[in-house]
Structures are given as C-alpha cells and as structure tokens.
C-alpha cells in the first residue's frame, strides 16, 4: 500500500470523487474555450485562426510549473497543494473573465496555468499515494469518467453561451465548481504522506524549462507569430541545447529535477515517449475541430458544440472498456493498435465537408472519441504502473510535464500548418479555407501514426501482475 495506514473505506471512496471534480474544473475549462475562440477574437479584433495564444499560453504555463509540482507536494502537503491548486486556478479564471484584450487575457490563462499546473499531477499523486498499484487503472479509469463531463458539456454550454450570453461566461462558470471543489478537498481529503523532504534542483529546474518555452516558441513562430526562419532554427537549437544539457546534468546528479534513473524503467521510458509524439496528434484535436465546423463549413458557435457531444459522451463510455482490453491483449497490442487507429480516424477528418451527412459526421466524432480516450488512459497507465514509491511523484510529474508540453506543442504544430497551408492555397488562386483544415487534418493524423512504432518496443507482458488485482490477501 503506497500510503502509510489503509484508509477507512468511506474515505477510499470519496477520494476519487475529489480528485474528478478538479479534472472536471480544467477539463470544462479547456472544451468552453475551444468552442469560443472565433467568437473571442471577433470581439477582441483578431483573426480566428490566429488565436492559439490563448491556448498555449495556458499550456505552456503548466508544462513549464509542473517539473516542480512533485517537489511542492512532498514540501508543502499533498492536501495543502491541492487545496491551493484549485483556489488559484478558479481565481485566474476570474482575471480571465474581465481581461478586456487579448494581452490581457494571454497573461490571465498564464495566472490560471500556475493553479493548473499543480491540478492533473497533485490529484494523480493523490491516487497513487492513497491506492495499491493493483488498483490503478480501475481508479485513474473511474477519475477521468467524471472529469470527462467536462468535454461532455463544455462544447455545448460554451456554444450556448458565446451565442445568447457573451464569452466571458465561459470563464466565470469556473467559479462555483472551484468552489465546490475547495471544500471538498478542505472536507474530505486526508493527509497523505509526501515522498520526504529532498533539496530542489533550481538550476535543472531553469534548464528544462527554458528548453520547453524555447521550443514551443518556436512552434508558434512558424504560425501565430510568423517569425522568420533563421529566428525560428535558432530558437529551436537552443531549446535543444538547454534540453541536452539538463540530461547531462541530470545523469550526474543525486537528486535532478527528473531522475535519470526512471528511464531504466523499460515501460515508462516507452510511455513518455509514445505519449509525447502521439498527443502532438491527438492534442491538436480540441483546437482544430470548433474552428473546421465555424470557420470552414458554417457552423454556428450552438450547433458546433452539439456536434462535439457525441465525442465526449464516446470518450466516456469508452473508459469503462480499459481495463478488460487491456487485460485480454495486454499493452503493447493494445497501444500499437490504437495509436494506428487514432492516426487514420484523425487523417479521415480532411474528408469531411459540407456534402458530408451530418450523422456520419457524428459517428465519426464518436469513434475517434473512444479511440482517443483508450489511448490516453493505457499510454498514463503503462507509463507509471512500473515504478516504485520512490519514483512515483518525479516520474509523476515527468508524465504531466510531457503530456501537457506535447499537447502546446501539437497545438502550436495545427496552428503553423494550418496557417502555410492557407496561404499555400491563396498563392493557387483557391479561395478555400476547408481545404487547408483538409491538410492540416491528414499531416497530424500522419504524425500520430508514427507513434506506433514506439508503443510496439513495449514488452508483451509489462504490467500484467499490476493490471490484475492479486488473487489472495497475502500475495
């Protein structure tokens, strides 16, 4: 048991549901401005297909707080950070709501990242503090099926409110759930023992996140920003130089920022890599698919978010199919097979048009939501089931940071080629903006497809004892 003393059962149960309210919070959060971008930038004077600093920002944020989040706990308190956590992300969704420019409203998802940077890694260190490994995929399973009511009526409740409200509700509906969410951690959560102590790695800390806002930038100044490319190459190379001197350092150090040491761990060294390269994918999909029904076939902010419930509510259902999938084929079969199939579901979407029938639209949103959410959940499990208590909270965080990071970075990838492929087709004389949604749609589901290979050097049986609960008391 990870934890000092078995919890009572009352509290083992309610635990879950704490942890879900704050993946509910940030998941809402995220689907509501997804479905409200164009109507943000025809107020804020900006380009719709220019608006993907407002996503970043906020991504980029976590990615580059969230190496800390582990150390934080274990100094200051699960329960303590947690609580905190929500307080601070409900506050910067305040800011966001009355930021009256783009600027202003840039540095606000920036105030609101400092809370979320600690939401998704303190609430699985939650779970992996206070839970046997044997029951970690039912657990982190049963976490996301509420929080993914956030991806249920986010794209509705925002469509509905961008059309009859203003956009500026879309933050405020955070208010009440981080309410909710506060007492609930002050109320419900126990104290739960910390990794211990340990001195924190300033300088690495400097390195790696230099790397990751280096890089991103990068990315975004081949779109939004349209920075040259000799700036674009030089930025990239010292992302990477910063990243290859943190590694070197690492590799030498007791106590680095993310141990060296967790990546002789064959099934989460697997894991952060699959999930970097296949989030660029699937990470771009909340971005892309409101702007390809509003701005490249018509939809109206209303209509767009009820086309996304079918994704959601698939999403959902899928989660319960987890954990018998994956002890029937085992991860490696399953991850192999499933990033393939998100690659080619992603891919198909540069086929949609105006002439496509609106229910095959809808069933296809629905699978490509079930693929997407089985792949989310085996790639977090694979990549955490392996390690032990003394890893758990650095190799926690590695997973947040990478998840988080490649999803900017899949983000910032849509945005550049969405925006060359746009004028590629102005400079042909094609006055078709659905076109370049085309593109953009069949290079990311490429990219996802790739990130198969990766999944496949996973071994046949890694994490069978942990999927499977224990047959006896004393095994």
Request: proline share 7%; aromatic share 8%; charged share 10%.
């Amino acid at each position: 048991m990870p934890s000092s003393a078995p919890l009572d059962p009352a509290t083992a149960r309610w635990i879950p549901w704490v942890v879900a309210i704050a993946f509910f919070m940030q998941s809402l959060d995220g689907t509501i401005l997804n479905t409200a971008l164009p109507a943000m930038a025809r107020d804020l004077a900006e380009d719709p297909l220019r608006m993907q600093s407002v996503v970043i920002a906020y991504m980029l944020t976590v990615a580059l707080l969230i190496p800390a989040s582990g150390w934080v706990a274990d100094r200051f308190g699960i329960k303590r950070v947690f609580f905190s956590a929500i307080a601070l992300f409900t506050f910067g969704s305040l800011v966001c709501a009355v930021s009256p420019s783009l600027p202003m409203l840039v540095a606000a998802r920036v105030l609101q990242g400092l809370g979320g940077a600690l939401l998704l890694p303190v609430g699985r260190l939650v779970v992996l503090r206070a839970y046997p490994r044997s029951e970690l995929v039912r657990i982190m399973s049963f976490i996301t099926v509420p929080g993914l009511l956030g991806p249920l009526m986010g794209p509705t409740l925002g469509g509905w409110m961008v059309e009859y409200l203003t956009w500026h509700w879309i933050f405020l509906i955070n208010l009440p759930v981080g309410i909710l969410g506060c007492m609930a951690v002050h109320r419900l959560l126990p104290e739960l023992p910390g990794g211990g102590r340990t001195r924190f790695d300033g300088l690495g800390f400097g390195l790696f996140g230099a790397a990751m806002v280096l890089i991103t930038i990068a990315m975004e100044g081949l779109g939004e920003l349209n920075l040259p490319h000799l700036r674009v190459m030089l930025l990239l190379f010292a992302g990477m130089a910063c990243l290859a001197a943190y590694w070197l350092r690492a590799v030498h150090m007791e106590a680095p920022l993310f141990s060296a040491r967790l990546f002789r761990t064959r099934s989460f060294a697997v894991g952060i890599l699959g999930n970097l390269f296949a989030r660029l994918g699937s990470g771009a999909l909340p971005f892309l698919v409101p702007l390809l029904l509003q701005v490249g076939m018509g939809y109206s902010p209303s209509q767009a978010g009820m086309s996304m419930i079918p994704l959601a509510a698939a999403a959902m259902l899928a989660k319960s199919l987890a954990r018998p999938l994956i002890e029937r084929f085992g991860y490696r079969g399953i991850l192999t097979a499933n990033t393939l199939a998100l690659g080619v579901l992603l891919a198909s979407l540069g086929l949609v048009d105006a002439d496509t029938p609106y229910p095959l639209l809808l069933a296809h949103l629905a699978v490509l939501g079930a693929i997407n959410s089985m792949q989310f959940t085996a790639m977090n499990t694979v990549t955490l089931i392996d390690l032990g208590d003394q890893e758990a909270s650095s190799g926690n965080s590695l997973l947040s940071v990478v998840a988080q990071l490649s999803m900017s970075l899949g983000v910032a990838c849509a945005g550049a080629l969405l925006g060359g492929f746009e004028s590629s087709i102005g400079r042909d004389g094609v006055d078709n903006i659905l076109g370049a949604f085309h593109l953009t749609f069949l290079t990311i589901g490429l990219m996802a497809m790739f990130a198969a290979t990766i999944f496949v050097q996973l071994s046949p049986d890694v994490g069978r004892r942990a999927v499977r609960p224990p047959p006896g008391p004393d095994a």
